[in-house]
């Protein structure tokens, strides 16, 4: 934690576990935002994502750009190695395709290089959409969780101690194949994000109290109420298994709140700016994380503001 962070209007520091580096935003930019916000670090998973075939990502991010930010700001930036690429939306790469195996390849060097301290995010089960700004998220992601690649990333999170951060809507057959995932690789930290994909309060304690390996983060999950487009709400569409943690006026729900203070170790946060063109908004997103760290108990609220993340990162 850079000494500078000692607090922010009465509330703990914070580090930003959750969000992505597209070429359209500068380091210079970020750090300014992450100034006018009181955000110590900030975690940058590249989206390599371009646009085609009717997406439009505001992408274009690489782990080469995310080196390059950090190198700039070494006490602000950590770089994660990104997994939002094309090549691993292809059904093919969860079964170890040629691309898959040098993602791979090359993630165990990125790791063991000490340049990078996490992966992700690993989209598995990811709903498309389109929002005000412009950006149209196409693909109906359905992948497989426990695949041949995702038991590969875990090896490598577990040899590298490194978090890997999993994007996937805790659907019944995806709830199950995290459960046999991180059964069977005791030893990877894995970061399951949008709060274990807004999983139930009842089945993340469960998970958690069963697995010492499960970690939550809650990228987004703080944000609600009408005009809402994010995790915090039924967005971009209602299933049954979906649970949300704040109501309309950013209270924390009932059930949630008890699992907070049990697990306080186990939860991160993050803002999920995506796209390059949404950071502009990213001062915005505080008040509500304030709130949010304002109705949990004080050691709490520092644990998941930033002590975990801190933890996180350094392995
Ligand atoms: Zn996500």
Redesign the pocket.
Known sequence: MPAAFGGFAGSPPVIDF?THLQRGIAAGDLIRLMDESGVARLVLMPLYYGDGGGAVNDGEGSDQQALDYARRHPERLVPFCGMQRSELNRPEAWSMSADARRILAETDSKLASGAFFGLG?L?LR?YPYTNRFGIRAVSDMDHPVFSPLMRHFADLSAKHRAPMVV?AEAEPHVAAGMRRLLEAHPEAVVVW??NCGRSSAAAIAEMMARHRNLHADL??MVYSGPQVEH?GVYYPRRTPWMHLVVDAAGIVADDMKPVFERFADRFVIGT?I?HARVYARYAGHWPRWRSFFGQLSAATAEAIAWRNADRLIRG
Do not use: P
């Open positions: 959750h995010e989209m990811f994007h994000s949008h990228g987004g995790y999920d995506a």
